[in-house]
């Protein structure tokens, strides 16, 4: 059983930064694949950014490319989420999550979540 908690949310301006952080304990973090995900009040969770556990392949939803940056630190079971030029449209609960395959990591099929944490980006 792997748990995830996530920090480094908060309130920024926008065209600011955050870097969120995802640590995983109870489990072998460097083989899980890692997601990030957000939810918008009233939304569906969407896809943001996800990390292959074999190879370090990245993929991108198309609103956050450029902007952000999916990155682990296996050796302190710890996954992150740079998040640059940051928007308004940003402002969501952003959940990480983790499963032990490598494909399908767009879709919101994931076996293990964090809590959340909250960033919201003022115009």
């Known amino acids: 059983q792997v748990q995830l908690v996530e920090s480094g949310g908060g309130l920024v301006q926008a065209g600011g930064s955050l870097r969120l952080s995802c640590a995983a304990s109870?489990?072998?973090?460097?083989?899980?694949?890692m997601g990030w995900f957000r939810q918008a009040p009233g939304l569906e969770r969407e896809f943001v950014a996800a990390i292959s556990w074999i190879g370090g392949s990245t993929y991108y939803a198309d609103s956050v490319k450029g902007r952000f940056t999916i990155s682990r630190d296996n050796a302190k079971n710890t996954g992150y989420l740079q998040m640059n030029r940051l928007e308004p449209e940003d402002t969501a609960v952003y959940y990480c999550a983790a499963k032990g395959m490598v494909t399908g990591l767009r879709s919101p099929i994931y076996d293990y979540w964090g809590q959340g944490t909250q960033v919201t980006v003022s115009s």
């Open positions: 109870g489990g072998t973090f460097s083989r899980y694949s």
